[in-house]
C-alpha cells in the first residue's frame, strides 16, 4: 500500500461517499413508491379476480416481501461496487470463503424454497389458524424467508420457512367439537346415553354445528367411569365454544337425571394390624 | 452502465412487456384447458382399466399436478428468458450459488422420489385412512411433492413426502377389534370367560365382523383385577364402532351375572400411632 | 424458437406419437409375460432346491420386484428418449441438477444396499414376525426398495429399507414365555414356589413347550408383593398363549392353596388432629 | 533452514516487531475513536428518524459489532501478513486444511446469515421479551454472530445466532391473561359464572387490561373439580400481575359466596375383610 | 437400435447364456469347496493356538463371512462383465450415479470398519453377554457387516455395525449382585446390618460368589423405609441367580428375627368437616 | 527393497536418532522457559491494564494453551520430517486420505473458532459460574479446544468448545431468590401476605440483598394450597444462602401466626358398600 | 484371463506363498519383541520422570496400541503389496471407491483426533472414576481408537473415542459428599440443625473428610417435611461411604432426640355421603 498519496484517496473518497449518498437517496425514494404501487396493483387484482380476504393479504405481503428483499440486494450489490468489492467472482468461487458462505446460506435457500411450495399450494393464507414448526397461532405474514404466527396468548412467532416440516391447517374446512363424559360404573349406560342424545338433539338447530353432536357410544371403561364419546362437526373455530357449552349443558342434564358423575374411585380393604 | 440511452431502453422495456404479456396470456388459456383435458381423459382410462374410485382420484390428482409443476417451470424459465436471465448456465455452474441451490434443492428432489415410490408401490391412495409423518387422517390428495390428509378433528395435515418416512395403511385388509375387559381377583375366571364368549357369540353374526370376536385369555393379572382379552376381525375402519359395541354389550353381561368390575384396591394396614 | 414451421412440427408429433405408441403397447406386453415366467420358474426352483414356502416367496416377490424396476427404468429412458431428452448428460453432470439428484437420489440407493443385504443374510423371511424401523407385524413382501409389514392391529406398514436400522426377526427359535406372580409378604415363599412348580410340572408335557417351565426364584421384592418368577421355552408365536394359560393356571393353583395375591398396601399412620 | 545468519534475522526480526507495534499503536488509537463516532452518529440519527429506545439500541450494538469484527479481521490479516503468514492462498486453496477451514466456519457463516435477518426482519428490538434457541429473556444486545438474553433469574444468556430456529416475541402486540378457577361438582355452575364475572367487569376499568376480563365458561370436567376459565388482554409484561390479582380477587369471591374450591376427592369403597 | 439382425442377436445371446451357465456352476461348486476348507483350517489353527471356543467360533464365522462376500462381489462383477456392463467406469466415474452409489454407499464402509475395528480389539466374542445398538443378548455371529444378538427373549437381533456405537461386554470379568433390603423406620439399624451380614457369611462359601457379599450401609432414606445395600462380586452370568437367592434368603431372616420390611407409608391427618 | 546396504542404513539411522535428540532436547528447554516468559509478561499487563483476576487468569491459560500447541505443531511438523514423512503434500491433496482427515479435523477448526468467540465476546472468564454444554460449574480454565468446568460436586468437566451451543453465565449480574410458600385455602391471603411482607422487610438490611424481597401475590392455586411467591435481587452466587434463609424465616413467621402450611388434601366420599 | 498358462501361474502363486509366509514369520517375530521393548522403556522412563501410577498406565497401553496398529497398517499394505494391490492409487483416486471409503472412515479419524487430545489434554487416566459417551466406571484402557471403561456392575464398557463428547472425571480433587435430611413441619428447626451439627462435628475429624460436614440450612419446603440439607467435601471415591455414614449416624441421633423424620403425610377430609 501507499500511504502517501492522500490527495489522491481523499478525491477518491469525496467520489466514493457522493455515489454512497447518490445510491441512499434513490433506495430511499424507490421503496415506499415501489410499495405503494403493489398495494394498489393487489387491491386491483383482488376485486377483480375475487380473491378472498386472507389470500388477498397473502399475495400482497409476499410481493412486498419479495420487492424489499430484490431492493435490498441491489442495494447490497450496488454498494459493494462502488467500493470496489466486486461481488461475483466471491460468488463464483469455489475457495474456503466460498465453501463456507455456500454451506452457510443453504438454509436460505431451503428458506425460500420452502416458503414458495407453501404459497403455490395453498397451504397458509394470512388470517389462517395453523401450527407449523411446533407453534401454532393465526397467521399473520406468509413471508419469502420467515412464517410470523400470533399465538393465542399474544406471542409473535417468527418461524424460518425451512422448519416448517409439515402445515396442520385448522381452518380448512368444519372442525369436531369432541366431549367424553364419564358416569358411574352401577349408572344405566342406555338411559345416560339417551339424555346424552337428547341433550345433542337441542344443539342441532345451532348456526355454528354443522353435523351432529351425536352420542357415539362407550369409549372406554376407564378405572372408575364408563365414558361416553360425543361428536359433532362445527363451524371454524367455533369448536371450543361449542364444546364448552355442549359439556356444560350435558353435565347439567346429568345432574338433573340424578346420574352420577364419578370422582376416583378407590376399593379399601382392611388388614388386621398383625 | 450507461443512464443516458433512455430511448432505446423504453422501446426494449415495451418490447419485453410485450412478451410478458403474452407470456401469460398463454398460460392462462393453456392451464385450464389441460387441465380439463386430464380429467377427461383420466375418467375414460378409468372407467375402461375398472380402476376404483380411490385409484383413479390419486392418478388424476397427481397428473393435474404433475402438470401444473411442468407448466409453471417452463412459465418460470421463459419469463425469466425474456428478462434476459438464462436459468441454464445457473443451473450448470458449481459456484456459490450454484452450491448453495443444490443444497437447498435436494429436500424438493427427496420429496420427488419419495413420492414417486409412494405412488408406484400404490402406499397410499385417496381416500385411504393411513398415518404417516407423524400425522394421521385420510388421504385428500397425494401430490408429487406434498401429501394432504385430513384428521380426524378436521385439520388438514400438508406433509411433504421426504417427511414420510414409513406409510402405515390402515385400510388395506380388516383390522383388529380389541377390548380387555378387567375381572375382580375373588371371581371365577372360567365363568367370566363363559359369559364373555356368550356376548361374543351373539356378534358372530355382525356384518361388520369378518372373525370372531372371541375370548384369547387372561391377558394379565393387574394390581386390582384380572384381565381378559377379546379379539375381532372387522371390516376396515368399523373396528371403533365394533370395539364399542363390545364394551357395551360385555360390561351389561357381566353385570348381569354379578361379575364384578373392580376399582383400584388399596389395602390398608392400620399401624398403631406411635 | 420459429412458431411457423407448423407442418414439421405436426409430422414430427405424429412421429412421435407413433413410436410412443408402440413403446405403451410393447410394455403393456411385457409386463405381464415375464411376471409369470418368473413365477413359474421360481415354482420349478423352489422345489428342485426343496426351500421353505417363506424363502420362495420372499425370493419371488424380489425378482417381481426387480423386473417391475428394471422395466420401468428402460421404459423411462426410452420415453425420454423418443422426446429427445437424454437421460445420460443429465445423469453424468455435475451441475446443479446433477448435485440435487444426486443428494436427492442417495435414498434410494441406501434403500436398494440394505434390501440387498437384509435378504443376502437372510434376516427376514416372508411369513416371519419381526420388529424393523419402530413397527412390528408379519413380513407380507421384502422388496427391493420398501419392506411391507403386517401390524397385529392390521394395518400395512410400508417401510423403506433404509429406515431399517435393526431387525429384531422373532421367529428364528424357540421364544421365552415369562410370567411373574406376585405373592403376600407374609406368605411363606418356599410353599409358594412348590405350587407353582407343580403348575409347571403338569405343562411340561404341552407340545407347545420346549423346555421348562420352571420357577426361577423371588426376581424382586415389591412395594407390597415378593415377586416370583416363572420362565419357558416355547415354539415360536405360541410365547403368549403360552403366558396366558399358565397365568390362568397360576393364579388358580394360589387360590386353592390360600395364597394371597396381593393388591397394592399402604400403612396408615393416624395422626391426632393437631 | 539455514541457521548461520542470525545478524539478518535479527535485524529482520527488529524490522518485524516495528511494525507490529505500530500496527498495535494504530489498533489502540483508532477502535475507541471508531466506537465514539458510531455511539454518537447514531444518537442523531435516531433523534432525527424517531426510532424508539429498543430499535436504537438494537442497531447501535450491532454497528458497533460490526465495527470491531471488521477492525479486527483486517488486524489479523496485516499481522499475520507483517509475519510473512498471507491468508489469501490458504483461504483460496482446497486442499485439507481449506476443506477442515470451511467446514468448521460454515457455523459462523450461519450466525452472520441468521442474525442478518432477525434485524432485518425486526424480529428482536433490546429490551423485548423473548424466547430464542431454548432460552427466554430480555434481549441485552443483539450482535452480528450472537444474542444475548437476560433471563428472569439473572443469568446471562449468550445464544449463537444459529441456534436460534424460532424467535417467540412476547412483547409484539397485547398479551393474553388467562385464569383457570376450579369449582366443586355439585355447586351451581351458572352462579359461579356470574359471581366470576362480577368480579372481571371490576377490573374492566384496570389501566392495564385492554379488553376483557371474560368468563369464556366450563373448559373441562376435571376428576374432581369443574373448571371455568376466565380470559383477559392485558398490557404486554403485565399479563403476570393482572393474573395473580384476577386470582386472589375471583377466589376470595367464590369464598365470599361460599362456593367450594375443591381439593382431590376420592370416593371410598370399603370391603369386607376376606 | 436395430430390431432386425436377429440372428446375430440369438447366437450372441447362446454365448452369453452359455457362459453365464458356467458362471454359475463354478460358483456352486466353489462355494461349499471353500467353506468346508476354512472350517477345516481353522480347527487345525485353533488347536495349535489353544483359542478359546467363542474366539475360534468368532474368527471361523468371519473369515466364512468374507469369503462369502469377496465371491459374490467377484460372481457379480462377472456377470456383469458377461452382459457387456463393465463396473470399473461406474465405480470411478463422478457423476450423479457414482455420487449417488457413494453416498449411499457409505453406510456399508462404515460398516466392515466397524466391525473390523470390534474384532481386531476383542470387544465381542461368539457367547458372550453383549448390550450393543440399544439390544443385548448373546452373540450368534460377528460378521463382516452385520453382528446378531440372540436376546433372552429368543429374538435374533440384526444390527449393522455401523449402529453399534459402544459395546458393553457383560462378560469380561466378574459381575456384581446388588440388592436393597428396605427396613421399617422404627427397626434398630445396627441389628438389621448385623443379620443381613450373617446371611452374608453364610454366602460366602458359595462358589459362584467371587468376593463379598457384604453390608455397606445405609443407601438411601426413603419415604417409608430405611434402605440397606447388599453387594457381591460373582462368577459372570451367574450375577441373577445370586441376587435372586441373597434376596430370599435376607427377606426370611428378617422376617425370622422379627423385622418389618414396610409398606408404603401414609401418616393421615383427620380435619374436621367444615 | 534393498535388504543388504545394512552399512548405509544403519549410519542413516544413526544421523536421524541424534536428529530426533537434538529436536527433543530443544523442545524440553523451549517450552518451560516459554511458559515462565508468558506467565510473566501477563502478570505485567494485568497490572498496567487493571485487569480483574478472572480475566487475567482467563488470557494467561489460554496463552500457555496457544503457546503449548504451537509448539507441539512444529515439533512433530519437525519430527516427520526427519523422518522423511513431509506433512504438506498430505495436507495439499484430495485423496482419501485428505478427505478422511479432512473430515475428521473439522471438529478440531469448530473447537477453535467457537474457543475464540466465546473469548473475544467475553461470554466466560476463570471464575465464572456457568451452564454450557449440558453440564454446570465453575470455570477452571478456558482452553483452545477444551473448557474446564468444576461441578458443585467435585467432578471436573472437560467440555470440547464446539459442544457448547449456549452459554449461561450465571455470575454477571445479581441473581434472583425466589421462595414459594403454600398457605392453607382457609387462611386469609391478605393476612397471609402480610406477615410474609414482614418478614420481607427485616431482610431488606442484609447486605447480601440488592432489591427486595417482596411478596408478588398469588402465584397459582394448587390442589391444597394457595401458592404466594417471594423475590429478590441477590448479589451474585449468594441466591440459595438468601432463599434458605428466607424459606426458614417465612416458615417460622407462619408458625408463629398459626397459618397453616397445609400437606397434600384428599377430599374422602364414603360410599355404601353395594 | 488366460486359463491355460498353469505352469506359469503355479509357479508364481509358490513365489507369492513364500513372500506371504515370510511376511508372517516377521511379524510373529517383531510383534513381541516391540511390545515388550515398549514396555521395559516405559518402566525406565516412568522412574526417572517420577510419573505417577495411572499415567504411566496410561502411555504404555497407548504406545503399545499405537505400535500394534502402525505394525498392522504396514503388515497389510505389504501383504497387499505381494498379491500385487496397490493400495496407494486407490487411497488417491477420488472415484465412488473413494468417496465411500472417504467417507466411511471419517469415523476413525475422528477417534483418533479425539483420542489424541483427550491424551494431551490429560482428561483421563488409567483408574480414573469418569463418565464419557454416556456410560461410567473405571478406566481400563485409553486407546488410540477406543476408551475401555469397567463399570461398577463388572461390565467392560468399549467407547470409540469419538462418542465422547465430554468427559467427566470424578477423581480430580475432592468430591461432595450431600444428604438431606427431612424433619417434621411442627419440629422446631434450630433445634434439628443443632443436632445435625453436633453429628457433623463428631465427623470434623474423619480422615476421609476433607472440609465440614455442615448444615447448610432448610433446602426446601417438602410436601410433608422440611428438608435440610448437609454438605462435605471428603477424598475422591470416597464420598459414597461417607454418604452413608453420615445418613445412619444422623438418623440415629434425630431418633434419639425424639424429632420425627415424617412419612408421606395427607389431609383428609370426610364428606357426607351425598
Not at 7 to 21: A, H, K, R, T, Y
Not at 93 to 115: H, M, P, R
Amino acid at each position: 500500500m501507499d500511504f502517501l498519496d492522500l490527495e489522491g484517496m481523499l478525491s477518491n473518497l469525496v467520489s466514493i461517499g457522493g455515489q454512497l449518498l447518490l445510491l441512499i437517496i434513490v433506495y430511499v425514494i424507490v421503496a415506499p413508491i415501489g410499495r405503494k404501487a403493489i398495494s394498489k396493483a393487489m387491491g386491483h387484482v383482488a376485486k377483480r379476480q375475487k380473491l378472498n380476504e386472507g389470500r388477498k393479504k397473502t399475495l400482497e405481503n409476499l410481493l412486498l416481501n419479495v420487492f424489499t428483499y430484490v431492493l435490498l440486494f441491489f442495494f447490497i450489490v450496488t454498494f459493494l461496487g462502488i467500493l470496489g468489492i466486486p461481488l461475483a467472482p466471491v460468488l463464483a468461487g469455489a475457495g474456503i470463503v466460498g465453501l463456507a458462505v455456500g454451506f452457510g446460506a443453504q438454509g436460505l435457500v431451503s428458506d425460500i424454497v420452502t416458503g414458495f411450495f407453501i404459497l403455490i399450494e395453498k397451504q397458509i393464507d394470512v388470517d389462517d389458524y395453523v401450527t407449523a414448526g411446533g407453534h401454532d397461532g393465526i397467521v399473520e405474514e406468509l413471508g419469502l424467508r420467515t412464517t410470523q404466527l400470533r399465538g393465542f396468548d399474544g406471542t409473535l412467532h417468527f418461524i424460518p420457512n425451512r422448519y416448517i416440516q409439515a402445515v396442520n391447517n385448522h381452518t380448512r374446512g368444519n372442525m369436531r367439537a369432541l366431549v367424553d363424559m364419564g358416569i358411574g360404573y352401577s349408572e344405566n349406560i342406555d338411559q345416560a346415553m339417551e339424555i346424552l342424545q337428547n341433550v345433542c338433539d337441542r344443539f342441532r338447530e345451532d348456526d355454528r354445528i354443522k353435523e351432529g353432536p351425536d352420542v357415539v357410544g362407550v369409549q372406554s371403561l376407564g378405572s372408575s367411569d364408563v365414558v361416553l364419546r360425543v361428536i359433532a362437526q362445527t363451524e371454524k373455530m367455533l369448536q371450543w365454544e361449542v364444546e364448552r357449552d355442549l359439556r356444560k349443558a350435558m353435565k347439567e342434564a346429568l345432574d338433573d337425571a340424578g346420574i352420577e358423575i364419578p370422582f376416583p374411585h378407590r376399593t379399601i380393604v382392611q388388614k388386621e394390624t398383625e
